[in-house]
């Protein structure tokens, strides 16, 4: 801790761990998801599409992009898809990718919602609880799964917002608004998800109306009811959702989607643990360098030849080790402190992660 190198053990109270929540805005336009670069013709269908969204083989789901997918500088912003459970009426052979829009359902539906005592996949219920005979269920919806560069380790309780063009034709996708928002999820959550906490999504100023959906926090996931869209003509043929989710693939009633979403917002958690070390220099220690410039002909530089000066270093460094004497973390003052046997030092060293 001194110019030169001494040890000091900590003990139990010279040292301590906190754990802070820091929040971020994430606001993404709808003129981002729904389009702002040009455009170009898809290689999985040849679908002209905006170039910052990014179609697979497996056409299963889309990912959006803030800038051209291609681009280096492009961010991953989140994905969407579409979904059914095998007890839905739209289920059946005759419905397009009906086995993988099956599939989809059930993978997110063992993630979030889990078994029952049949061990079989439950359906995604309304409002969460399971114990209550004749819940809605959300049979068919929409996914959107929000990148981790986005969410961080969560999307904060009550920040999540969305708002969709609902009950006009394709053309006109926001002539009839609709925002969805958890907005009494900061006092009453759910936790009986595998996945952890999630809240229903309602109406922006109806805390006890229409169940549209919910929202996954840790997970990332807003798992929309195709309610949500209303009399919605989803496609440029004159669907509403639940036809074009039954007549067309799953990209192109992402498309419909996206065509709906005008703003989507919440704000992110990142949880930082510390911990924080308390270094100590009693008026007893650190009051003399080994550095060999400390001396001259036997000497203390810093008394200038004056015996009736006490001996003083100066702080510059503090310096954390393992217990096998591995140095850990190097903190740097931003000026030498001024240590002597007349004065006392604590110097607070934080560890984030």
Not at 2 to 24: M, Q, V, W
Not at 148 to 174: C, M, N, Q, W
Not at 215 to 221: F, K, L
Not at 250 to 260: E, L, Q, S, T, Y
Request: glycine share 6%; net charge negative; proline share 3%.
């Amino acid at each position: 801790m001194a110019a030169g190198t001494f040890f000091k053990t900590f003990t139990n109270s010279d040292r301590t761990t906190t754990s802070t929540l820091l929040h971020e805005s994430i606001p993404i336009t709808g003129t981002l998801v729904s389009g702002t670069y040009n455009t170009s013709t898809h290689a999985v269908d040849s679908v002209v599409r905006e170039q910052n969204i990014k179609t697979f083989s497996h056409g299963m789901f889309q990912s959006i992009y803030d800038y051209p997918h291609l681009s280096s500088s492009a961010n991953h912003l989140l994905d969407i898809s579409v979904g059914y459970s095998s007890n839905s009426g739209l289920s059946g052979s005759a419905s397009t990718q009906n086995e993988k829009k099956i599939n989809l359902y059930n993978q997110m539906a063992q993630s979030l919602v889990g078994y029952d005592t049949t061990n079989s996949i439950r359906d995604f219920d309304a409002n969460g609880d399971f114990n209550e005979s004749g819940d809605l269920k959300h049979q068919e919806v929409v996914f959107l799964n929000f990148s981790r560069l986005l969410v961080k380790d969560e999307i904060k309780k009550g920040s999540f917002s969305i708002t969709l063009g609902t009950s006009s034709a394709h053309g006109t996708p926001f002539a009839n608004l609709l925002t969805l928002t958890d907005s009494a999820a900061a006092q009453s959550y759910s936790t009986n998800s595998p996945a952890g906490e999630f809240a229903p999504l309602k109406k922006s100023g109806d805390s006890s109306g229409t169940l549209y959906g919910l929202v996954y926090y840790q997970a990332g996931v807003v798992v929309l009811a195709t309610g949500s869209f209303d009399a919605a003509v989803i496609d440029t043929t004159g669907n509403n959702i639940e036809n074009s989710i039954v007549s067309s693939s799953i990209n192109m009633v992402a498309d419909g989607v996206r065509n709906r979403i005008k703003d989507i917002s919440f704000n992110n958690t990142t949880e930082l643990n510390s911990s924080i070390y308390f270094c100590r220099a009693s008026h007893n220690e650190f009051n003399y360098s080994s550095n060999p410039t400390y001396l001259q002909n036997s000497k203390i530089v810093v008394k200038s030849d004056d015996i009736a000066v006490p001996p003083r270093s100066y702080i510059t460094t503090v310096g954390l080790y393992s217990a096998d004497n591995e140095l850990l973390a190097v903190a740097k003052l931003s000026e030498p402190l001024k240590k002597t046997p007349e004065n006392e030092v604590t110097l607070r060293v934080r560890l984030d992660y």
